[in-house]
């Protein structure tokens, strides 16, 4: 069993930055690919940042430049440091575990971003 805690949601204002970390209890981790997800109540859950094992990322468009990906596989830890931080960014935000027929999700927390 996979178990993801995410921490670091809070409120800030535009143009702030927060740090998401995703702690990951169980086996797998440094092989697994991680991301963060975001939700609002108006729209479906999207992907934002994802990280494979061997440290490849990709990144949504709206915020390509401003949020960063990365993984501590020593700690089985995934961070995503986002900067320059918009009220449009204001989300519950997800860390996800992902291998071969394998989906785990944390429960989320909220980041709000006040203009």
């Known amino acids: 069993q996979v178990q993801l805690v995410e921490s670091g949601g809070g409120s800030v204002q535009a143009g702030g930055s927060l740090r998401l970390s995703c702690a990951v209890s169980g086996s797998f981790f440094s092989i697994s690919t991680m991301g963060w997800h975001r939700q609002t109540p108006e729209k479906q859950r999207e992907l934002v940042a994802q990280?494979?094992?061997?440290?490849?990322?990709n990144y949504a468009d709206s915020v390509k430049g401003r949020f960063t990906i990365s993984r501590d596989n020593t700690k089985n830890t995934v961070y995503l440091q986002m900067n320059s931080l918009k009220p449009e960014d204001t989300a519950v935000y997800y860390c996800?575990?992902?291998?071969?027929?394998?989906?785990?999700w944390g429960k989320g927390t909220l980041v709000t971003v006040s203009p």
């Open positions: 990280i494979i094992s061997g440290g490849s990322t």
């Open positions: 996800n575990f992902k291998l071969p027929g394998v989906d785990y």
